[in-house]
């Protein structure tokens, strides 16, 4: 199921923030009113809040469901690793939500997750599950002590192709689901990736290499640095290095210099002081949360990034946003929001940390995906990408507080050093595409 109009047409920008100077912008960015200096997109796979969060106080969540013949089902404890997985596309979308509005994937029913397809080996009702707190106590223990927004949403309906472009872009040309070979522009204009009308139904396939702006791209006219941390395209992980579908991205100087491989070098960087303005980090397969793909070191190792820069110069200038790309399958049982033909998907988690972070704050504002990136655009006077960001909610207005005294960083229990990081990634023989996922193949 999907779509296309004319890619020019396609993107929304700010035309009077785009026809800032590049001059003014860069004076603004150099006296920012806010305290925050970089901005640390983490960015893990395939949960819906309900999934991880389940019970978490002052949280909405459920710990049980109904399939679409009513059935009432109870939730059961699935852990993070899995040899199995579950559909993840616009399909899986719809199946679930199991809509009653007049276009597909709205008004949702949710009641339909017992219709999303899962590979061999799965358990009965396996979308009706929630890990147990006791393998993902990091990811509690940050929020117990920072923000957990309970209302925030994937910007797009389906996988992490599209949701990996909205982490830079806010956009995705109106792509849908995934391309047929590899992930971006090295595959050339015969790799292409279905697309997604205003209707929901399909519509032309377009090239999986987009020439849409982008944050990196206007942190360059801006004159701030930016980094994205990821596996090479056909390593460890690497099917979810963002920029690597950005055409100008890919064939200019910042792919060599900006895109940093492996994940761990980020850990070694903040070690030395090095920390960018602006800066992604995508997991490895073992550290992804992804079903069937990780050893359940996702916990650990957002544990071992928050402590790195926790510990380091750099903690009273920065803000950490953790967010799972999609609901991966997951049931959760608040309905999305429709804003446009592509959004919004399913909750997923969001963590915000920061020493300007409220603490132990729950917040219910409605987020999105972009909503980092508006973030970055408030904070650094960068002008919108898209309809998306220029929609979504900055979380600067409710979980943060600037007039506060920056907090004492206090440590994340279930870190790991950065030696641990660096041996996974030269033992892992898991590389490229793995079998037996549903979504992200």
Known sequence: MVLTCAIAGCRGTD???????????????????????????????????????????????????????????????????????????????FAACDGTGKLPGTDCKMDG????????GHPTNPAYAYVPKSEIRPY?????????ADHTFASNLD???????????????RAVDY??????????????????????????????????????????????????????????????????????????????????SPQSAFLTDVAKGKL?????????????????LNMGD??????????????????????????????????????????????????VPLLIVSPYAKQGYVSHVQYETSSVLRFIEDNFALPKLAKSDKRANDPATDAFDYAQKPRAFKSIPGGKPASYWMQLERSSSTHGRPANILGDD
């Open 298 to 347: 996702g916990p650990a190792w957002v544990a071992s990034v928050v402590n790195a820069i926790g510990t380091s110069s750099l903690w009273k200038s920065t803000a950490i946003f953790v967010i799972w790309d999609d609901w991966g399958g997951w049931f959760d049982p608040v309905p999305p929001v429709y804003e446009d033909y592509d959004g919004l998907g399913f909750r």
């Open 113 to 120: 997750w017992n219709e999303e397809l899962a590979t061999r």
């Open 179 to 260: 391309p047929l070979m590899t992930w971006g522009c090295e595959g050339g204009r015969q790799d292409t990736v279905a697309t997604l009308t205003a209707q929901r139904v399909d519509g032309p396939s377009i090239p999986a290499c987009f020439r849409n702006p982008t944050i990196g791209g206007e942190a360059d006219s801006a004159g701030l640095t930016w980094r994205f941390y990821a596996g090479t395209p056909d390593g460890d992980g690497g099917l979810w290095s963002s920029y690597q579908a950005d055409q100008k991205i890919f064939n200019g100087p910042d792919w060599k210099t900006n895109v940093i």
């Open 15 to 93: 035309s009077s923030a785009a026809g800032m100077p590049a001059a003014a912008r860069l004076a603004t960015v150099d006296a920012p009113t806010t305290p925050i200096r970089h901005v640390v997109f983490v960015i893990q796979e395939n949960r819906s809040f309900n999934n991880l969060f389940m019970g978490y106080p002052g949280a909405t969540t459920r710990s049980y469901g109904h399939d679409e013949y009513g059935n009432k089902i109870a939730l059961q404890p699935i852990g993070l690793v899995t040899d199995w997985d579950l559909a993840h596309d616009a399909i899986g979308f």
């Open 159 to 173: 996988g992490s192709f599209v949701a990996h472009q909205y982490a830079v872009a806010a956009f995705a040309s």
């Open 140 to 148: 509690w223990a940050i929020a117990r002590e920072y923000v957990l």
């Open 276 to 292: 960018a303005n602006v800066t992604w980090i995508a997991p490895t397969f073992e550290a992804s949360d992804h079903a069937v």
